[in-house]
């Protein structure tokens, strides 16, 4: 997810967003243990996106 993507969405679809991507990344954390994992980046880039989401977020609250 590009951040001028992020920055395009309402603060509702965003905290939407970053309940998907935390169950996702729950979800991934779970694979990774047990060594079903299949796409491993998928686990980075989830953090940065929730990292993004989060950003936004805090600037749109501040602002």
């Given at each position: 997810?590009?951040?001028?993507?992020?920055?395009g969405l309402t603060h509702d679809q965003l905290a939407e967003t970053l309940v998907?991507?935390?169950k996702e990344q729950f979800n991934l954390r779970f694979?990774?243990?047990?060594?079903?994992?299949?796409?491993?980046?998928r686990v980075d880039q989830i953090r940065k996106d929730i990292a993004r989401i989060k950003t936004v977020l805090r600037a749109k609250t501040a602002a």
């Open positions: 997810m590009k951040i001028d993507e992020v920055r998907n991507l935390k694979q990774a243990a047990t060594g079903q994992v299949e796409k491993t980046h």
